[in-house]
């Protein structure tokens, strides 16, 4: 059974970095796309950041573009979520997920598989 466990999540102030991991169980890891998504206080879940499972393609929601970048090591089943410039509405419980796919999606539909999430507090 595959499993999710985030980590590295904290509080922050505006302006710093974090840096998240997602640590993958299983043998089949390197045959799947690989999501980020977070869901502030009130809100619903968003899409954040994917990468393929070759980590060749990536895509970004356009609230986070060039501040974030999302990756992944095949050989140790880690994805990563560096997060710079880090502004007061990053702050959310952010997930890692599994997609169904090799290609990922914006849609949470798409993926199967989650973790418990990590809380990321920014503040101003």
């Known amino acids: 059974q595959v499993q999710l466990v985030e980590s590295g999540g904290g509080v922050m102030q505006a302006g710093g970095s974090l840096t998240l991991s997602c640590a993958v169980s299983g043998r089949t890891f390197s045959s799947y796309a690989m999501g980020w998504f977070r869901q502030a206080p009130g809100k619903e879940r968003s899409f954040v950041a994917r990468?393929?499972?070759?980590?060749?393609?990536?895509a970004y929601a356009d609230s986070v573009k060039g501040r974030f970048t999302v990756s992944r090591d095949n050989a140790k089943n880690m994805v990563y979520l560096q997060m710079n410039s880090l502004k007061p509405e990053d702050t959310a419980v952010y997930y890692c997920?599994?997609?169904?796919?090799?290609?990922?999606?914006?849609?949470?539909?798409?993926?199967?598989?989650w973790g418990q999430g990590t809380q990321v507090t920014v503040s101003s």
């Open positions: 997920a599994r997609s169904k796919t090799g290609r990922g999606s914006d849609f949470d539909y798409v993926y199967d598989t």
């Open positions: 990468i393929s499972w070759t980590g060749s393609r990536t």
